[in-house]
């Protein structure tokens, strides 16, 4: 991450600091830009996702998150930043693509419901222990390529956490959940034991590569409706031509196999035209010298002649 800061003044005596932080790809800049909003802030449409709170306005995009702070707010001052968005660098590839995960959130209207800038997607576990995850950083294990997102729900009884943990591959989730509920029977036998924060009810499942918790004041009937709204299907894309080319063309190939026997039938022509105009022009100019020689033209010959002492026969 490379981090920057600037101070800008306006002709009119108006000041503005922003700082940018420029991330890898757009998903830690989205990660950045959940961390640090809260749920007073209002939303803005700027970049990829903007909120504000009084002089406050923070916003992503791609890769790059900004946090600006004014002296004082106007309309310009949103104007600028859109401004200021559309002249930032745009990420190659997929890099600039946001995370999917979030996507899963269930945005529920019934309760348990989805709350207001609640969302929070964590990539390490020093953020994920800092923002009161109901699972600590080393049970979650990044280092296996992990991605995390939590959002709270208006429950009943109270706020509850929804907590998706997405993994490479559905097998490394399976192992992964298999110790989570080892670690949660040491705990409910041995309250001492930190290995799952003591949030209450705490349920859990595992759906493709996702691991799915739902932990707070909530009924049985509450978390089934709540993690049963989450369901993981995989779409397998495969893209082929469907079109015929040159290549593929039964006609093109006809022509071409025409082309090349009338290419080779006049080869073919040239070639004896050639010869035999060289044969016709040396033995004229050259004549017995190089074709026809008296050498080169012998021949055995038997020379039989009639013996007059052999009987004739008369027919």
Known sequence: MRLEKAAYTRDDGRNVTIKAAVFEDA????????????????????GGQAAFLNNRLLFYQGNVLVDAVFDRMSVMSAAQLRELAGLLPLVEGNKGNPPLLPTHLP?????????KNTTKY?????????????????????????????????????????????YPTPQIAADRLRRIDASHQVTQQQPGVASIVDVGPFFDTRTGPIIVIAAGPLSKSEARSLITSISYDADVTWNENTYVSKKDNLANFLFNAIVLCGIVVGLALVAGIAFGGLRIAVKRFFPGTVF??????????????????????EL
Request: glycine residues 8%; proline residues 6%.
């Open 107 to 115: 945005k529920r209207l019934s309760a348990p419901t989805l709350e």
């Open 27 to 46: 998903s830690g800049a989205y990660g950045a830009f959940t961390f640090y909003y809260s749920d007073e802030m209002g939303e803005e449409t700027i």
């Open 122 to 166: 964590i990539l390490g576990p020093v953020t994920l222990d800092r923002i009161g995850s109901p699972l600590p950083g080393s049970m979650v294990d990044f280092t296996s390529g992990a991605e995390v997102v939590l959002s709270k729900y208006s429950a009943a009884a109270g706020d509850a956490t929804l907590m998706l943990i997405e």
């Open 292 to 313: 026809d020689r008296r050498e080169a033209m012998e021949f055995i010959a038997l020379h039989l002649e009639d013996d007059p002492r052999r009987p004739r026969r």
